[in-house]
């Protein structure tokens, strides 16, 4: 089974804002790559070739609120750099994009909400599809208003700031990210308890390789998984089971998934992070 939006024929099935640009695009495009991750916003970048500059210089491909379609995700343009030879654009996560967008000042006075619940205000506020971790925090002051200097602070920035206390308060990692289709607050706990982790052994299910460091000097146990693309489904932000692995058996959370080469690998590789379960 294929994750959605990037199995077999993912670039072909590219669909770019803007007249007649599916054939353009397919024609010039050299290298695609995406970065799917719970530590940030999602990425996609398109590599073109344009020695003669046509491509940057069509006002009808990549115009101001362009964005690219793979399946459920959509990607929004938010830069592009001209090379000797390439024109490369960049897209995000177009969820992160309209949390971005959302930097009107908002305030809860004293007593009034818990973190959770106003985590969940400024997501249907912004009209984002969301899973938020039901919390007992005390119902306190929260605000979403300008930082230093009169800076803006948006609804993406704000919510990071919420999972960043959460984890100082609670002593275990929280976490906001977009799916592509919702985004997610909540502990890596939860998480761990809210899906079923499948179990990911070498050799087996598309799995090609998996490797792994434990050293106690860390801060947090990582691992690389990598597979083929068309045999991985489960999405960053999901838990599951290394089995045969030695000491880095047992439970991980997806921290990203990477694709480096849309056009001719197969390869997926996933970042995994040893679960903090408190």
């Given at each position: 089974?294929?994750?959605?939006?990037?199995?077999?024929?993912?670039?072909?099935?590219?669909?770019?804002?803007?007249?007649?640009?599916r054939?353009?695009?397919?024609?010039?495009?050299?290298?695609?790559?995406?970065?799917?991750?719970?530590?940030g916003?999602?990425?996609?970048?398109?590599?073109?070739?344009?020695?003669?500059?046509?491509?940057?210089?069509?006002?009808?491909?990549?115009?101001?609120?362009?964005?690219?379609?793979?399946?459920?995700?959509?990607f929004?343009?938010?830069?592009?750099?001209?090379?000797?030879?390439?024109?490369?654009?960049?897209?995000?996560?177009?969820?992160?994009?309209?949390?971005?967008?959302?930097?009107?000042?908002?305030?809860?006075?004293?007593?009034?909400?818990?973190?959770?619940?106003?985590?969940?205000?400024?997501?249907?506020?912004?009209?984002?599809?969301?899973?938020?971790?039901?919390?007992?925090?005390?119902?306190?002051?929260?605000?979403?208003?300008?930082?230093?200097?009169?800076?803006?602070?948006?609804?993406?920035?704000?919510?990071?700031?919420?999972?960043?206390?959460?984890s100082?308060?609670?002593?275990?990692?929280?976490?906001?990210?977009?799916?592509?289709?919702?985004?997610?607050?909540?502990?890596?706990?939860?998480?761990?308890?809210?899906?079923?982790?499948?179990?990911?052994?070498?050799?087996?299910?598309?799995?090609?390789?998996?490797?792994?460091?434990?050293?106690?000097?860390?801060?947090?146990?990582?691992?690389?998984?990598?597979?083929?693309?068309?045999?991985?489904?489960?999405?960053?932000?999901?838990?599951?089971r290394?089995?045969?692995?030695?000491?880095?058996?047992?439970?991980?959370?997806?921290?990203?998934?990477?694709?480096?080469?849309?056009?001719?690998?197969?390869?997926?590789v996933?970042?995994?992070?040893?679960?903090?379960?408190?």
């Open positions: 089974m294929a994750e959605p939006g990037f199995g077999d024929g993912a670039v072909d099935d590219l669909l770019v804002d803007g007249a007649g640009s054939a353009k695009i397919r024609n010039a495009l050299r290298a695609a790559s995406y970065t799917r991750r719970i530590d916003g999602s990425e996609l970048q398109l590599e073109l070739h344009d020695p003669e500059r046509r491509i940057m210089r069509d006002s009808e491909l990549f115009r101001a609120g362009a964005f690219v379609e793979l399946g459920r995700l959509r929004d343009m938010v830069g592009y750099q001209q090379g000797d030879s390439t024109f490369t654009v960049l897209f995000e996560d177009a969820v992160v994009g309209r949390l971005r967008d959302a930097d009107a000042d908002v305030a809860v006075s004293g007593g009034k909400q818990r973190r959770s619940e106003f985590a969940a205000r400024l997501l249907a506020d912004a009209g984002v599809d969301s899973v938020v971790q039901p919390d007992d925090s005390e119902k306190v002051q929260f605000s979403r208003t300008g930082g230093e200097e009169g800076e803006s602070e948006s609804s993406w920035e704000a919510l990071d700031r919420l999972a960043r206390e959460a100082r308060e609670d002593g275990v990692s929280w976490r906001r990210f977009s799916t592509g289709w919702e985004v997610v607050f909540a502990s890596e706990a939860w998480l761990m308890d809210r899906y079923e982790a499948p179990r990911v052994r070498e050799s087996t299910a598309g799995v090609v390789r998996i490797n792994w460091t434990i050293d106690r000097g860390r801060e947090r146990q990582r691992a690389t998984v990598r597979t083929r693309a068309e045999a991985w489904s489960v999405p960053p932000g999901r838990p599951v290394l089995v045969n692995q030695g000491p880095a058996s047992g439970f991980w959370l997806i921290e990203q998934i990477r694709r480096t080469d849309l056009l001719a690998s197969k390869e997926t996933l970042q995994l992070v040893r679960a903090d379960e408190g």
